[in-house]
């Protein structure tokens, strides 16, 4: 008996209808449909038709396991779906490009950051230190601190003493421009592209970020998952009526209608595309 069979019969046996199931699993009548009758390729695939089956499986009282073991011993094929969870690391490979591109990087920050403390003038900072310390006292000294400057006559040049007393007032009300600057200083930006998922129901949800798979499993109404990409943002939803999502703080626009799949890629250049107004 074919896993198909298996869950119809048990469907029956229970008297219950293929809505009663829809409205419970939150998987569309036509893909139920489409398992009892054993047309898989009708089906999104990969984690996602093994998802509904063991939703299935679980309403009408079959072992879950059992039926996608089954499944996978009917349908061979189907373990290779492109769709499917990232495949493992095969043992005795060596480490990916961009593990050793990381490390790489870290080893240079890290004797960068010895040279800034050990040998600072081999950054050129030296030169450029001793100017900023001879100049603080002079840009905090008040007049008081010594003699005004003279005109060419030898009185104190009054326009001169109260320009001097001005820059005084100024240093000691709003801080050197050191302080000021570092008192206005943007906030880092974080990454270009932020997705933040927040089904209004139960959906099976893929996500990829730069090529890493970051979501791949069912998520339920009120879930928040947030993924931050820099380039680019890869989303396959099981049933597009139940997904919502917010795209760098703004609410995303439908991605398709209810019980229908839906793939979207996001770059940064397109994000308006995505967002609704």
Known sequence: MTVGERLREARERQKVTLHAIAEKTNISVRFL???????????????????????????????PDSLVTQ???????????????????????????STLVLAGLGVILVALA??????????????????QESAAPESLATP?????????????????RSAALTDATSNTSLGTPASRASELAPEAPRSPLRLVVAPTGRCWVQVTADGQMRVA??????????????????IIVGDAGSFAFELNDRPGKPLGTAGRVARATIVPSAISQFQNP
């Open 33 to 63: 449909d489409a398992i009892e009758k054993n047309q898989f390729d009708k089906l999104p695939g990969g984690i996602f038709t093994r998802g509904f089956i063991r939703s299935y499986a679980s309403q009408v009282g079959l072992e």
């Open 217 to 234: 499993r069912e998520v339920a109404a009120g879930e928040r998952i947030t993924v931050d990409a820099t380039e680019r943002l890869q």
């Open 144 to 160: 008081a601190e010594g003699p005004p400057p003279f005109s060419s006559a030898g009185m104190p040049d009054p326009a001169v």
């Open 71 to 97: 499944f996978l011993s009917d349908e061979p094929g189907r373990r290779d779906d492109d769709i499917d969870e990232a495949p493992a690391k095969r043992a005795g490979e060596g480490p990916s490009i």
């Open 114 to 131: 010895l040279v800034y403390l050990l040998k600072p003038d081999w950054l050129g900072l030296q030169a450029t230190a001793a100017p």
